[in-house]
C-alpha cells in the first residue's frame, strides 16, 4: 500500500508537538471549468517542534497518534526566513 504524503503550509504551531499544516489542492470545477482552489488542515507530529508559522514542510499519514492527530512531519521544504 502506497504511503499518503502532502506538502502543505504550517498555519498554527501554538500546540506542544503539534502543528496545523493546510494543504491546498486546486481542480477545475466540473461544469464551469474554474480552476477552484480547496484548502484542507491537518494536525501533524512534530517532535522537536522545529516547525513555525509559514514553513513550507511535507507531512506523512501514520497511525492514530491522538483524537485528531494521524500525520507526522518528515521535511521541512522551506523556512518562513527563506520565503
Known sequence: MA???RVGLVVSDKMEKTIVVAVESR???PKYG???A???RYK???EEN???VGDRVR???TRPLSATKRWIVT???TTAAQA
Do not use: W
Open 3 to 5: 504511503v499518503k504524503e
Open 27 to 29: 481542480s477545475a470545477h
Open 34 to 36: 474554474k480552476i477552484v
Open 38 to 40: 480547496r484548502t484542507k
Open 44 to 46: 501533524a507530529h512534530d
Open 50 to 52: 522545529k516547525c513555525h
Open 59 to 61: 507531512i506523512q499519514e
Open 75 to 77: 521535511d521541512v521544504i
